[in-house]
């Protein structure tokens, strides 16, 4: 994590570091609710999202909802103005998409640099009182006539080890935070699909391509993002590496086909 004075720079809210209390976050994490919580629990004093494509049922940025009605200020940028993933690159080149209520009482408005959003933000009260929990899920599953199990994570972050060679489906973008190419996948899974965040969150796929894992996104206005559950009945494929096309994998077709494909091998 690097930063500015009085602000810092979390290029995924789940690592937002020890000295993040009290501070404004820029991240490259999305604006939806778990996001939202992260940044609450960490108790920073007002956060910049990236809006993700807003997408299906505005997941993008319901977060920002959830922590105007905590008191604490939040906002997100356009994400045809910066890569989600990348703080440093939302702070020097975001224009802010959407503010909540908050927010919008320091002066933060659609149109904004981020970099102005920021020093808006300074002036923010601290959110006060318990924060609710919010949990991501995890479910396992294999269904019959099947070769494989079917994982389903709310957010990569709660791959494991032992998931590798089975069908991992999550919330979470398909970008890399960051620049470490180990943060693409947590497991040598045989099928991974993800949401595209708007339409350029595709760079995990030729990472994990390099690893033979066949990958796909799902696109942002198909499936909520954040929610595993929603990529799996809901999304609609809109990028795949060359391994998901040898699986069957193509531009279009819905998720739950392809995964289909790939359970039964």
């Known amino acids: 994590m690097t930063g500015l004075p009085d602000a810092l720079l979390a290029d995924s809210i789940s ?6 209390a009290g501070r404004v976050v820029v991240t490259g994490s999305h604006g939806g609710i778990f996001a939202a919580f992260l940044a609450r629990e960490a ?4 956060a910049i999202f990236h809006d993700a494509g807003v997408g299906l049922d505005r997941a993008g940025i319901g977060g920002l909802d959830w922590l105007a ?33 908050p927010a919008a009482a320091l002066g933060v408005v659609a149109g904004m640099s981020c970099k102005a959003a920021t020093a808006c933000l300074q002036a923010a009260v601290m959110p006060t009182g318990a924060c609710p929990e ?12 099947t070769k494989r199990r079917l994982i389903l994570v709310d957010s990569a972050s709660l791959v494991t080890p032992d998931d590798a060679g089975q069908v991992i489906v999550t919330g979470s973008h398909g970008a890399l935070f960051g620049t470490d190419p180990a943060n693409a996948l947590k497991a040598q899974g045989y099928l991974a699909l993800f949401n595209d965040a708007g339409g350029a969150a595709t760079t995990r796929l030729p990472v ?3 690893r033979g894992i066949a990958a796909a996104t799902v696109a942002a206005n198909s499936a909520r993002i954040g929610e595993a559950q929603s990529t799996w009945q809901d999304g609609v494929i809109s990028a795949v590496n060359d391994s998901a096309a040898a699986t069957g994998a193509k531009v279009g077709m819905p998720a739950r086909d392809l995964i289909a ?3 039964a091998g």
């Open 15 to 20: 690592k937002p570091g020890p000295d993040c």
């Open 43 to 46: 108790g920073v004093r007002a």
């Open 69 to 101: 009605a905590q008191g604490m200020a939040a906002a997100a940028v356009d994400h045809a103005s910066a890569a989600i993933g990348q703080a440093a690159q939302i702070l020097e080149h975001g224009i802010i998409s959407h503010a909540n209520g």
């Open 134 to 145: 919010v949990r991501e899920g995890r479910t396992e599953t294999t269904p019959e006539k």
């Open 208 to 210: 994990l391509q390099d």
């Open 261 to 263: 494909l790939a359970l």
